[in-house]
């Protein structure tokens, strides 16, 4: 049976809906905790999907030997792309696929003079390009409203196309080829995923928006949750189709 095989790095970020939409297209799921010692696979099978999650950590922390799987999960996604397999990296994924693929990664700064900027909380991402252009885009609305949990941006890699956008952050969501994708953005949470995030990375939330940013957040997700989910759903199946299609 085909698999997806989903690195995590940190208990609280797991693939959550991902995971569902992995089941939908007939993949069996393998999870490999990297936070907890597992180690990154040297190969992943032709047919399989990898995919690789958020984190606290971040590019700038390849080579720290508090994260001694950074540096195997920048090689496996550089060898990964160049054989043409498929690919998802959500955040701490998406900027490793980035430098992987030559892409510079770096804090994530706004305005003249530019000033140091955490995206976090829910917004809405802006597409770049059309459905006609883009298959994984089909059905989806020009714009959709996603969580947002970052501090780092990344450059589109070389070869790359951009998908998605915010005024915040030009460098959303691109891909590479046909079947790698990186999304800067978190279209897997559910409402229950939020709660905790809120809860269990407090002093990140305070330092992007405040002492009431949290209250904040769990109040847009009973607004956003339901529409995040439609619409996160339909980029999902878009995505895993894409992946899945042979090249």
């Given at each position: 049976?085909?698999?997806?095989?989903?690195?995590?790095?940190?208990e609280?970020?797991?693939?959550?809906?991902?995971?569902?939409?992995?089941?939908?297209f007939?993949?069996?799921?393998?999870l490999?905790?990297?936070?907890?010692?597992?180690?990154?696979?040297?190969?992943?099978?032709?047919?399989?999907?990898?995919?690789?999650?958020g984190?606290?950590?971040?590019?700038?922390?390849?080579?720290?030997?508090?994260?001694?799987f950074?540096?195997?999960?920048?090689?496996?996604?550089?060898?990964?792309?160049?054989?043409?397999?498929?690919?998802?990296?959500?955040c701490?994924?998406?900027?490793?696929?980035?430098?992987a693929?030559?892409?510079r990664?770096?804090?994530?700064?706004?305005?003249?003079?530019?000033?140091?900027?955490?995206?976090?909380?829910?917004?809405?991402?802006?597409?770049?390009?059309?459905?006609a252009e883009?298959?994984?885009l089909?059905g989806?609305?020009?714009?959709?409203?996603?969580l947002?949990?970052?501090?780092?941006?990344?450059?589109?890699?070389?070869g790359g196309?951009?998908?998605?956008?915010?005024?915040?952050?030009?460098?959303?969501?691109?891909?590479?080829?046909?079947?790698?994708?990186?999304?800067?953005?978190?279209?897997e949470?559910?409402?229950e995923?939020a709660?905790?995030?809120?809860?269990?990375d407090?002093?990140?939330v305070?330092?992007a928006?405040g002492?009431?940013?949290?209250?904040?957040?769990?109040?847009?997700?009973?607004?956003?949750?339901?529409?995040?989910?439609?619409?996160?759903d339909?980029?999902?199946?878009?995505?895993?189709?894409?992946?899945?299609?042979?090249?």
């Amino acid at each position: 049976m085909p698999r997806a095989h989903v690195l995590t790095h940190l208990e609280t970020e797991g693939p959550s809906r991902i995971a569902d939409a992995a089941r939908r297209f007939g993949l069996e799921v393998e999870l490999h905790p990297l936070f907890s010692g597992a180690a990154v696979p040297e190969e992943i099978p032709d047919g399989d999907v990898l995919v690789v999650m958020g984190g606290s950590m971040g590019v700038g922390d390849v080579g720290d030997p508090r994260y001694p799987f950074l540096a195997p999960e920048v090689e496996l996604l550089e060898r990964h792309v160049a054989r043409g397999r498929p690919v998802l990296g959500v955040c701490l994924g998406a900027q490793l696929l980035a430098h992987a693929l030559g892409g510079r990664v770096s804090p994530l700064f706004v305005g003249d003079p530019p000033v140091r900027y955490r995206e976090v909380g829910w917004g809405a991402v802006t597409f770049t390009a059309t459905d006609a252009e883009e298959p994984v885009l089909q059905g989806l609305p020009p714009s959709m409203v996603v969580l947002h949990w970052h501090g780092d941006t990344f450059e589109i890699p070389p070869g790359g196309t951009r998908l998605a956008s915010t005024l915040a952050c030009e460098n959303q969501m691109f891909r590479v080829g046909s079947r790698a994708y990186g999304l800067q953005f978190h279209v897997e949470i559910t409402g229950e995923d939020a709660a905790v995030w809120v809860r269990e990375d407090a002093d990140f939330v305070r330092l992007a928006n405040g002492p009431a940013g949290g209250r904040r957040i769990l109040e847009d997700t009973e607004r956003w949750v339901a529409r995040h989910t439609r619409e996160g759903d339909k980029l999902l199946d878009n995505l895993f189709r894409a992946m899945l299609a042979r090249a």
